[in-house]
């Protein structure tokens, strides 16, 4: 019987894999559904086992099935790990994702499971804190705090139960790594929770996932059970989000477990003293766990050997957007902004010119092509204004309005926003008026401006206090500074603080679309 | 619905933390959290019935009203937006005859947004009664239609 591979992905099930595999099946093929190899452009693939390893074909819809099995079907990719995209990939965390099935505790041992687990408990728990420190792992949900420091804090910190929580809230948009790991490779995070609980002493386990990953939800639940004896005295379980993007702030998602409204927490105290139920707690990033097994299993060493500055190891990079080549692409540090967009992502899948990108999230800063040498890097995004936070990628073309994603920005977090702060709760809906108002004003002439009474540059407002608003844009748009700035530095968590980044980098990158002057820079750029 | 609350708390333990997991199991049998369930919530897990309606009304997922016999969850977020997704915003309100985060007056079909499902890479997507729908054009939006008019 022919042995085909089809993921279980939610993104390959929502482009066809279900059907896919039906229709294999029907056909007689033993069927293994693994995780997603992350290219999603050849998603809905199937592998076929062959002499030669295997085959795969992508993208192919169930009518393609015959044509694939006598492998005379165009969309014939040849082994799957040597496409441009999987050759130049660093994959310590994503090693078997795509390959094994995910839920068979068999093919995980088999593919090197368990190694770092069995590794860490022949240690002390001051030896596996220290191998993390050594590998200078940084913290993936975004801060990029040192792993191995916080996991130093809860080892000292007196007071018991200990807990692990792992933060698999991943709201930031362009970004998947953490569903996909989860629904690709559960057993890689379950055991980094467990090494974690060896090396702080910790019982028990968290893992809190957003409502809008309901695959991830029943994968990590049926791991969960399958592998509970191999991590016993460790216990973990699933809680599950309700749609609240705030909550993937440390702070608020403790609260959101321990049942309350999910608003951030003042520091100090840190988690790690005082965290959950008022206990020591590492709470930690997906990706930071899930890097851990490796860690332990390979050394140290050979994590750190890899990456750039004080930016150790692999970031699992995710490529999303408008963006030909999107998905997975794991490598070390250093890497350029554009090589990632454009060698590998392939440039905008419309096919037009690449205008902007956002790099972080909802919270992270856009770049123009002009800064695409920026390498991959925290130090040096934080230099240019903005942060890599979970290695979301954007890709924008040229049809973009830079102002509505900025209005989008201001938008996002009065939705979100967990109300415990005045610049947050209040700004963000300000900050919202004002966009509509440079939105409504910029393609109108000061004097047309008077009679454009039906937009939102009602009269009733501005004929009542024309001396009190300044409404031409440049009036507006220091006025969104001004804003921006208070946000920035009033507000307790980075929602409220951080969401100047975008604003002000698309304001200061494209101030064109703002109805302000075009940068010299960029007609320059256009000539080069 | 009582009953189903003390069965549940009897099951799962009563303290203060199994709040959101006994809500989410709540709206899973009955649709939404209707406001008169509120003090018996309360009481079974030792809470104030202010404590209760605020996390309620601070989550975006629960309701307090019944939704649509289906649900269709369109992603508005910036990778999706990067695809089109405003675009495919306003011809699915057309197209399904409701307005985003409502529910159509015959109670057939909510349209409600949500901010990312992790398929960026392909959008714009939705979730249409918890099955994720990819690369939504108008020919997917025609196939959700038709799939949602039952
Ligand atoms: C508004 C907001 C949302 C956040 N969302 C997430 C998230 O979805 N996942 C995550 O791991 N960290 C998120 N963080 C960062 C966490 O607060 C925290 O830094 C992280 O979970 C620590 O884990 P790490 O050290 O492994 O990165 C968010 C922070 C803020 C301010
Ligand atoms: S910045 Fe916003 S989300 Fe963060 S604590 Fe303040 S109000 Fe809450
Ligand atoms: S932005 Fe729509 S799925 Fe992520």
Redesign the interface.
Known sequence: MTRVFVSRD??S???GADALARALSDMGCEVVRTGSRGL??V?PLVEVESEDGRIGYGPVQPEDVAAVLDGTHPNRLGRVEALPFFAGQQRFTFARCGIVDPLSMADYAAHDGWKGLEAARAQSPQQVVDAVKASGLRGRGGAGFPTGIKWQTVLDAPGSPKYIVCNAD???????A???LMEGDPFCLIEGMAIAAHAVGATHGYIYIR????FAIDTMREAIGLSAERIVPFTLEV???????VCGEETALLD???????QVRAKPPLPALQGL?GKPTVINNVLSLAAVPFILAEGADAYAAVGFGRSRGTMPV??????KH??LYEIGFGITLGALVNDIGGGA?SGRPVRAV?VGG?LGAYFPPSMFHLPFDYEAFAQAGGLIGHA?I????DS?DMAQ?AR?AME?CA??SCGKCTPCRIGSTRGVEIMDRIVAARHVTPVGMEQAGSGYLGEALYSRAPSRIDISIEGQTALLRDLCDTMKHGSLCALGGFTPYPVLSALDHFPEDFGAPAPVRQAAEQDA | MHEFISTWVARHGATRDKLLPLLHALQEEVGHVDDTLVPAIAESLNLSRADVHGVITFYHDFRRQPAGRHVVKLCRAESCQARGGAAMEEAAAERLGVRMGETRGDGQISLEPVYCLGLCAIGPNALVDGRPVARIDDAALERIASQVAA
């Open positions: 939610m993104a099930v929502a482009l999603f452009s998603e991943e709201g930031d948009s362009g970004t998947f953490d569903r996909m409502s809008e990953y309901p809680r599950v989000g309700a749609g609240a993007y959101s477990i321990e049942g309350k409204r999910g139920f995710q490529l999303a957007g408008n963006v999107g998905g899948a956002q909802p979301g954007t890709v924008f073309d973009v994603m989008f996002f939705v979100e």
